[in-house]
T-cell receptor, first 113, second 109 residues
Framework: NAGVTQTPKFRILKIGQSMTLQCAQD?????MYWYRQDPGMGLKLIYY???????DKGEVPNGYNVSRSTTEDFPLRLELAAPSQTSVYFC????????????FGPGTRLTVL | DAKTTQPPSMDCAEGRAANLPCNHS???????VYWYRQIHSQGPQYIIH???NNETNEMASLIITEDRKSSTLILPHATLRDTAVYYC??????????FGTGTRLTIIP
């Protein structure tokens, strides 16, 4: 299993540009999550999904959109990039049981200039 | 905001046991305590979790007080590769987990 994969690893955007951060998992997990981590800070939840076709907001959803058309994929869309969105973005997935743990991807480092 | 309280940093000598404390005084009866760690800028990695009883796996031990208001993660023989930020989190597995700022553990040669 590849686990949780994220692309790209690094990206530089100009203010106002758009992009999609890709996340895929091959563990047939129901739950998927997007977090952002600013320097020296903990992770903040952006959006999460409990299954294909179902998404919900986390702590910091403004400026982002998600979709979950398949179990495997959970892309994160930035429509109008702003410097405040400069961060490292982590995708995670977990199974459906209460005791299942989260598996994280390697992250995408995004800089908005 | 995170519902747990952890010291911001700790040092431990290589080969010794690292004991990382966590306060979770508002934990409810059916919430678990989870521990994750983040090495350098990698994605967080699961370590262990527990509900009421003490737990042990190949990575660590988790000691939960009887009133469940605090816990301690124990790395029995710390190595340099254990240098990381350790997060203590309370919650249901089915809910979104809230990561605080964790404890930065430095293993000293």
């Amino acid at each position: 299993n590849a686990g949780v994969t994220q692309t790209p690893k690094f990206r530089i955007l100009k203010i106002g540009q758009s992009m999609t951060l890709q996340c895929a998992q091959d563990m047939n997990h129901n739950y998927m999550y997007w977090y952002r981590q600013d320097p020296g800070m903990g992770l903040k939840l952006i959006y999460y999904s409990v299954g294909a076709g179902i998404t919900d907001k986390g702590e910091v959803p403004n400026g982002y959109n998600v979709s979950r058309s398949t179990t495997e994929d959970f892309p994160l869309r930035l429509e109008l990039a702003a410097p405040s969105q400069t961060s490292v973005y982590f995708c995670a997935s977990r199974g459906g049981l209460v005791t299942d743990t989260q598996y994280f991807g390697p992250g995408t480092r995004l800089t908005v200039l | 905001d995170a519902k747990t309280t952890q010291p911001p940093s700790m040092d431990c000598a290589e080969g010794r046991a690292a004991n990382l404390p966590c306060n979770h005084s508002t934990i409810s009866g059916n919430e678990y305590v989870y521990w994750y760690r983040q090495i350098h800028s990698q994605g967080p990695q699961y370590i262990i979790h527990g509900l009421k009883n003490n737990e042990t796996n190949e990575m660590a031990s988790l000691i939960i007080t009887e009133d469940r208001k605090s816990s301690t993660l124990i790395l029995p023989h710390a190595t340099l590769r254990d240098t990381a930020v350790y997060y203590c989190i309370e919650g249901f597995g089915n809910e979104k987990l809230t990561f605080g700022t964790g404890t930065r553990l430095t293993i000293i040669p």
